[in-house]
Nanobody, 115 residues
Framework: QVQLVESGGSLVQPGGSLRLSCAAS????????IAWHRQAPGNQRELVAE???????SYVDAVKGRFTIDRDNNKNIFSLQMNNLKPEDTGVYYC?????????WGQGTQVTVSS
């Protein structure tokens, strides 16, 4: 059974940076698309960024130029570098891996951007 465990969430001031990590166990996820989603209070979960194999990553417009998604297939660890954070980036961030009908979610990590 695949397990994804996120870490790195915290309280940070506007303009600050955080690096989220997602450690996968149970299976190598090389062929899987890796994505980060977030859910703000009262809102639906939304896609933030995703990356598949050697293809260019994609980002939602709100985070372009500020967030960077990366993957280390050898270590089975995936990351989301978040710079110049804004209050609207606040939410629970989830790591997701999917391939066809196989979908795995992490439990989420809280990011709060506030002064």
């Amino acid at each position: 059974q695949v397990q994804l465990v996120e870490s790195g969430g915290s309280l940070v001031q506007p303009g600050g940076s955080l690096r989220l990590s997602c450690a996968a166990s149970g299976k190598r996820l090389d062929p899987y698309t890796i994505a980060w989603h977030r859910q703000a209070p009262g809102n639906q979960r939304e896609l933030v960024a995703e990356i598949y194999g050697g293809m260019m990553p994609s980002y939602v417009d709100a985070v372009k130029g500020r967030f960077t998604i990366d993957r280390d297939n050898n270590k089975n660890i995936f990351s989301l570098q978040m710079n110049n954070l804004k209050p609207e980036d606040t939410g629970v961030y989830y790591c997701l891996a999917y391939l066809g009908s196989s979908i795995y979610w992490g439990q989420g990590t809280q990011v709060t951007v506030s002064s």
